[in-house]
Each structure stands twice: as C-alpha cells, then as structure tokens.
C-alpha cells in the first residue's frame, strides 16, 4: 500500500527550529516528487516547495526562501523538512504529497501539527 | 494570500447536484492543469480530480471537472451528506514558479 507516514506533533518555542520526517513506502521512492504544503488553523493550503529524492534537486516557494531546507535519505526513503526562525504563525499541520512531477498530488501524508508557542 | 478565488461556501440538497468555481489567470490555470482536491474535517486533502477532468482510481464518477480559458469548474452530482467537506482548487503558477490553491469551499449538504 502507498504511505506517507509524518512524524509526530511537535511544540517549539518562537525563533527555534523544526525538523518534519516524511517516510514513504508500497513504491519506488526516487520516480516522485515530495511536495511539502502547509494549513494554519482554519486557513487554507499553502504550498511550501518540492525536493526530487533522486538527486536531492529541490524549489521553495518564494516567502520561505532562506528559511526551509528540504533534504531526502534514499536508504531510508525518507524526506526532511526544516523550517527555522519559528514565530507564532507558523502555526499550522504541515503535510508532504507525492507527485509524478508538480501538481496532482496524488498521495498525502497524514498532517504534522507544528505549534509556535512561547 | 491565494491567487485562486473560490466562493466560501456552496449548498445543495441530498441527491442534488452543485458546481464550484475556480478562477484565476493567464500564468496559473490559464496555461496549466488543474487539479481539485476534498479535505474531510480533520482529514489530509484527497485528490479528486486531475490534469482538469481526469479522475484517480477509486474516485467517484459523480465528480468531474472542467476548464475553459482561466476558470475552473468541479461538479458534484447525486450529492450525499458525507460529501461535506472543503474543496480546493491547485495548479502551477508560471509566474510565482509555484504551486497556487484556490481559496477553498466549503460544501453542505442540507
């Protein structure tokens, strides 16, 4: 079967940094894209940017550009999403999708709630 | 801040039929696919529709979508109460070099 398993909720406080595990399993790990999209309570969708396991070539969206680092471990087909210098509206679960290219995010993860509390 | 407008919310009664609207412009839906996806309460998005009208293994023929020039359109027919939920709109943005969802709807069934 197709997964994407997230880690667990996390709490940190303002101007700390988050790490997001991404594990994926039931297909060939390095023929998809991970996207990583965000939603703040109650808001909507925000896409945060994309790593291409094989290789590690990645593309953040510009408001998160020198703030996230995305990175992929094929041994363990698992991808990473850091984001630093937290404040209080990055608030919000944080899910990665997999897609054969950009769009159509056929398979999603099951949301990570990050809180940025002090 | 979206650059995919929807309308907040759409109703309709069991077993009837409802669309909901997408629009955006020339760098976004004008010259990419669309897809469309349904985020039950406390769920993670599914994806419902793809490259404007296809629809993924499993997924009902009761939704479809369509695309003329920079809007988009999912339909919905045959509604049932467990369709309710929040539907969003995706596509490439060329200009942003970035995904854009819409706005997102939320739909209720009476």
């Known amino acids: 079967q197709v997964q994407l398993g997230q880690s667990g909720a996390e709490v940190k406080k303002p101007g700390a940094s988050v790490t997001v595990s991404c594990k994926a399993s039931?297909?060939?790990?390095?023929?998809?894209?991970i996207h990583w999209v965000r939603q703040a309570p109650g808001q909507g969708l925000e896409w945060m940017g994309v790593i291409y396991p094989s290789g590690g070539s990645t593309s953040y969206a510009q408001k998160f550009q020198g703030r996230v680092t995305m990175t992929s471990d094929t041994s363990t087909s698992t991808v990473y999403m850091e984001l630093r210098s937290l404040r209080s509206d990055d608030t919000a679960v944080y899910y990665c999708a997999r897609a054969e290219y950009y769009s159509d995010f056929d398979i999603w993860g099951q949301g990570t709630m990050v809180t940025v509390s002090s | 801040q979206s650059v995919l407008t929807q309308p907040p919310s759409v109703s309709a009664a069991p077993g009837q039929k409802v669309t909901i609207s997408c629009s955006g412009s020339?760098?976004?839906?004008?010259?990419?696919?669309v897809s469309w996806y349904q985020q039950l309460p406390g769920t993670a998005p599914k994806l419902l529709i793809y490259?404007?009208?296809k629809r993924p293994s499993g997924i009902s023929d009761r939704f479809s979508g369509s695309k003329s020039g920079t809007s988009a359109t999912l339909g919905i027919t045959g509604l049932q109460t467990g369709d309710e939920a929040d539907f969003y709109c995706g596509t490439w943005d060329s200009s942003l070099s970035a995904e854009v969802f819409g706005t997102g709807t939320k739909l209720t069934v009476l």
């Open positions: 039931g297909y060939t790990f390095t023929r998809y894209y």
């Open positions: 020339s760098s976004n839906i004008g010259n990419n696919y």
């Open positions: 490259e404007n009208n």
